[in-house]
């Protein structure tokens, strides 16, 4: 990747604190933050977004989420046990919310479990939660924005 990108907080200020505006109301919301960094990380998977996806990882662990969770988020529907309903009805969620243009919407099936497991509150912020994280990833894949690689000493 090149480093010849703007970044759009330098370049527009206000926009870049409307972001942190954002989601910082997303995190004061009183979501779950175990749901929070499951959303970000899957967005962050399907959006390619390293930066993020690196970032959200190292907070999760922070948090206490162990390492098997952490890497079978990708594969949550075959991991059976490992996520809780709620858990699993924020990654099902999430990939459609993230996929919306490849499936035209986000399926009945899928909305209808969110808000049987959510309710309409709880529903509304993980939806807002989605949304954000969606919107940091487009920014940063498009500023290229780089990440620092750690590599273990031999």
């Not at 779950?32 to 990380?41: A, H, S």
Request: proline residues 3%; glycine residues 8%.
């Amino acid at each position: 990747m090149s480093n010849n990108r703007a970044l759009f907080g330098k370049s527009w200020p206000d926009g870049y604190k409307a972001m942190l505006a954002f989601n910082q109301a997303v995190a004061d919301s009183g979501l779950d933050k175990t749901i929070g960094e499951l959303i970000k990380i899957r967005a962050s998977q399907l959006n390619g977004c390293a930066f993020c996806l690196d970032m959200h990882i190292r907070d999760a662990a922070a948090m206490g989420e162990t390492q098997q969770r952490l890497g079978l988020v990708a594969a949550w529907r075959e991991a059976a046990g490992v996520f809780t309903e709620a858990e699993r009805a924020a990654l099902a969620l999430t990939e459609a919310v993230t996929g919306i243009n490849n499936h035209a919407g986000v399926p009945q099936e899928v909305y209808a479990e969110a808000l049987r497991v959510f309710g309409e509150e709880t529903l509304a912020k993980v939806v807002y939660a989605i949304v954000v994280i969606n919107a940091w990833n487009m920014l940063n894949v498009t500023q290229e924005l780089p990440f620092k690689v750690e590599r273990p000493h031999a």
